[in-house]
Each structure stands twice: as C-alpha cells, then as structure tokens.
C-alpha cells in the first residue's frame, strides 16, 4: 500500500519497499493488529478529541536496531517532563485527518521538536488510531524506517528537555522492565532507559508492539515504580 501526496518537504507515502529484514515483524503487526490489543484506550465513538499523530521511529545504531524518543519539557501544560514519541495535534495544513493528514503531521512534528530531516524518514505504516483521556487526544501512531539518518537535537527547549535514541534491545531487556502504579490505581508497563522512565501512552504502545512481533521477552511484572502525583 502507497500513498503520495504533496507536502511542503516533498511527496509523503507509504511503502514498505527495502525495509530492512528486522523490521519485518514490526511491519507484519501493521497489517493485522487489531485497536483493542493495543490499548483500552479507544476514541469517542462520538467524534470527539484532538486528532494528533506520534512518529515511531526505528533506526540502526550502534548496538543494532534502536527508537527515536525525547523528553517533554518540565514546564510544559500535558505530559511534562515525559519521554514520548515525536508528535502532536494536526494542524490545518497537515490535511485530512482521515487520510495523509496524521503522516504529514507525524514528520512536521518530529521535524520542529528534534531537528530531524524528514526526506531520510521511510514510512511504512499506521497503527489503529488510540486515545489518551487525560489529554483527550485522538493518536494515530505512524512507523518509520530511518533509511537515512540526520542529526537530532532539542529544536525549542521551551517544548523539549532532550532528544535520544534507545536501543530495542534494551527495550526487551527484562532488567530494564517495570510496571508502574499511578496514584489513581491504574497500571501499566514501563521502560527504565537511558536515565529515564518511559510509561504512559508511549511505553504501552512500545510494549504492545514488542509483545506482537515476538520481541519481547519474559520480565518480572511484579517489579513495580510508584508514579509521583503530579504526573
């Protein structure tokens, strides 16, 4: 499947054309994973929520295949001070929700806040569009493949506190497992990485993707972080 359209970086589509071999799990779950195995967490039938769009991104480093993530800003209004995926809400300009839309604004959105050049960014898939209630954003997450990688860095300090890459074995690493315990009762995976907690939206989204392209690996769901409750 391809889709092509003009955007101000060039066309955006998608293909899964020379996608490296590792990937093909990842690409597999694309096609048949269904929104409810990834989340509870499912939009308003009624419509309602703000459309946005996260880009997860897998490069090759160093020690193998690796994610693109970054630490929101401290000060920022929802979601300070967490580890995510680049991302945000769709802008007018970005197109039809529905449509190319989410991976127009999954690249601009990476672009603004890590620095990163679009043009080396290979989309090759979408996942089911998912909820986050506390925010009421509608998140529509977009694959990539980094088939030519540029250099990231914080953009706007304002927005971001750090921008890093995380290897996906220590993401399977069941030493670097965790589950979190938020005030309000609710559970949920969790990654110890790269001197951060990745938890939330985004580490449930990792876990899931992991769990259904047979990388993960048996971890210790006892292990449990309590959340502060500002978060």
Not at 49 to 73: D, K
Not at 99 to 106: C, F, S
Not at 111 to 132: A, N, S
Request: proline residues 11%.
């Amino acid at each position: 499947m391809t889709r092509a359209s003009e955007t101000h970086g060039g066309p955006v589509a998608l293909s899964k054309d020379g996608l490296p071999s590792w990937l093909d799990p990842v690409a597999r779950v694309v096609e048949t994973v269904q929104p409810v195995q990834l989340s509870p967490f499912l939009p308003p039938e009624n419509g309602a929520g703000r459309q946005s769009a996260v880009l997860i991104l897998f490069g090759e480093g160093e020690r193998g295949p690796e994610l693109l993530l970054m630490e929101r800003a401290s000060s920022l209004r929802s979601h300070a001070g967490q580890p995510s995926f680049p991302g945000g809400a769709l802008d007018p300009e970005d197109g039809d929700p529905g449509g190319d839309g989410p991976l127009r604004a999954a690249l601009r959105e990476a672009e603004e806040e890590t620095g990163l050049d679009p043009g080396g960014v290979q989309l090759f898939g979408v996942l089911p569009r998912l909820y986050i209630p506390v925010s009421g954003f509608v998140v529509t997450p977009v694959l990539g493949w980094w088939r030519e990688p540029s250099p990231v860095g914080v953009v706007d300090p304002a927005e971001t506190a750090r921008v890093f890459t995380v290897p996906v074995a220590d993401l399977t690493n069941p030493e670097n497992r965790a589950t979190t315990v938020h005030p309000s009762g609710h559970r949920g995976p969790a990654f110890l990485v790269e001197s951060a907690l990745v938890w939330g939206f985004t580490a449930g989204v990792i876990d899931r993707l992991l769990h259904y392209a047979g990388w993960e690996r048996p971890w210790d769901r006892d292990k449990r972080v309590p959340l502060d409750w500002r978060s």
